[in-house]
């Protein structure tokens, strides 16, 4: 962070990290998928997820066709 008469002036980030806000805001500014965030959200509350083993079998038949 640098500053300019004690206030903040200018911050540097990583190419990293600056790419992983772009894509926060991307996903933040598009209707459709903060609806499948929301939706998400509920299927969790009411234990409708899948644990990671059963993701990584889901996955693993999508690639197998």
Known sequence: QITKSGRSFVVVVSAEVLES???TLELLSDPDAMDRVRQAQVDLAD???VT???MADLM???RRG
């Open 21 to 23: 806000l772009e894509a």
């Open 47 to 49: 234990s409708k997820g």
């Open 52 to 54: 990671g083993e059963e």
């Open 60 to 62: 693993a038949r999508r």
